[in-house]
């Protein structure tokens, strides 16, 4: 399955967009995706292993927070994560 | 009776329209979704626009050219050359005015009508409730988590719908929040994210025409709100990615437990958003500019156990022939703009590349950024490294650029 990587997080994807795993639940997916990227692994989980509250994780158009299954949510090829992060700019300056 | 019916309603409540504004709002007039009116709705309707930077620009000129009525806006900031990249709404002319003059004065050029609120501020807890008191709907462009916050709490509070926008580089993300049923800012995101979880500067930047394609969303759903037409972003999020040029829409979920708009609210006044996002009061530039991990003071002597050297003290000790080993920390892309010809490790890989640094860990070296951030992170990090004298060039090559070598450009 397809899982999407917003721009800021593509630095620990080789720059990638999009990275394809093979998973049967969303947990797996997410756990695929960040096996070989400890650093985004510690942008998206908690020490104990929970999603981050700022960090949102989408199964197609459904937030997996309100899946009844949540993280455990069995997925298929067709389906597609995406990770939305806060991104407060509205100018963008940099320092 | 029959008669009557034959008679449409004719709003009296709305301000009527001159013969001048229905010349001027002809293509509106003759489309049955906006109507007389409509267009005397969108006279009668006050928008705040929080911010008139990249999303604020075009969002308040398509309002003004719509036909609002009353446009408020709300920036303490000055207009600077490097805006124009984006910010539409000022001008070679104007660099140099408060952003509020200068978004005046294009608005008015654009449509005599426009009645202009200015508020010259920074946006606080303190001004926020009685600035929105005034207006139906207001757009956050900001740029930072803790004004997003405030004016998120801000319009739950009041009742006021949000016409939100956001961008990132080459991303952006819109909705409305705050609508009576709909999930408000803290539904989608309870927390922010820790400043150091952020993105850095080292992936800064933004895609100039990018936030014209948001601002212009935001304004597309003020309108509708006004007119109470179609659909809108309430409680949906959309994103959008310019380079892949694709649009897609996620659904957003009221959260029963949310702290401002959940069903036991536990926040029930504006709280102090700088403590809440966990980052420093911002010192000299305001909340509308900062960059969300905060700044650096140049006034001060040792920050965080680094001592600061200024531009002039290390140009004094080079031109006396001392001269300590320097270290630039920024990317290779800023490298390419400018540089003082010192060795480049970015920041984000200095943890790896230790072994590279020339010096022992008893010397002295003095690490700079663009101005000053990044390279007290990076001088924070030599030091657990075992690095005993690292020093944090103040204000970085922006300063060396201002009060060293003027003949150097400035990014």
Known sequence: MKIHIPTPLRQFTHGQEAVEVSASSVQGALDALTLSAPELRRHLFTEDGKLRSFVNVYLNEDDVRYLPAKELTVTTDVDELTIIPSIAGGSSCCR | ?411
């Open chain 2, 1 to 411: 009776m029959a008669t009557e019916t034959m008679i449409p309603d004719v709003a009296t409540e709305l301000p009527k329209l001159s013969n001048e504004e229905i010349a001027r709002y002809s293509r509106h007039l003759i489309l049955p979704e906006v109507g007389m009116e409509g267009q005397q709705k969108l006279k009668a309707a006050r928008v705040l626009c929080v911010g008139t930077g990249g999303l604020g620009a075009p969002l308040a000129l398509y309002v003004a050219a719509a036909g609002v009525g009353t446009i408020g806006l709300v920036d303490f900031d000055v207009v600077d050359e490097s805006n124009l990249q984006r910010q539409i709404i000022h001008s070679q002319g104007t660099v140099g005015k408060l952003k509020v003059d200068s978004a005046e004065q294009m608005l008015h050029g654009l449509n005599k009508n426009t009645k202009i609120v200015k508020h010259n501020v920074m946006l606080t807890s303190a001004n926020a409730m009685e600035i929105f008191r005034d207006y139906d709907v207001i757009a956050d462009g900001t740029d930072n988590f803790q004004t997003r916050y405030l004016v998120n709490d801000a319009c739950v509070l009041l009742g006021k719908p949000n016409a939100y926008g956001s961008i990132f580089r080459f991303e952006g993300q819109a909705s409305v929040f705050g609508a009576p049923d709909g999930p408000c800012y803290r539904c989608l995101y309870p927390e922010p994210p820790p400043p150091g979880l952020v993105p850095s500067c080292a992936e800064g930047g933004v895609l100039g025409i990018l936030p014209g394609l948001v601002g212009v969303i935001q304004a597309t759903e003020t309108i509708k709100l006004i007119l109470g037409i179609g659909e809108p972003l309430i409680g949906r999020l959309l994103l959008v990615d310019a380079l892949g040029m694709s649009f897609r829409t996620l659904k957003l979920r009221k959260n029963p437990d949310c702290p401002v708009c959940g069903t036991h609210p536990t926040v029930t006044e504006l709280i102090d958003y700088d403590q809440f996002c966990g980052i420093a009061k911002p010192a000299t530039a305001g909340p509308l500019e900062v960059s969300s991990h905060g700044s650096v003071d140049q006034g001060q002597a040792v920050v965080d156990g680094i001592p600061q050297i200024s531009v002039e003290q290390l140009k004094a000790r080079q031109d006396a022939g001392d001269r300590p080993f320097v270290l630039d920390v920024r990317e290779p892309h800023e490298y390419a703009i400018v540089n003082l010809g010192a060795p480049l490790i970015p920041v984000g890989q200095i943890g790896s590349r230790l072994g590279e640094i020339p010096v022992g860990k008893d010397e002295e070296i003095v690490v700079h950024c663009k101005s000053g951030g990044r390279s007290q992170k990076a001088a924070l990090e030599l030091r657990s490294a075992g690095f005993l004298k690292v020093k944090n060039l103040a204000g970085g090559i922006t300063a060396w650029a201002e009060k060293i070598d003027p003949s150097m450009p400035k990014y």
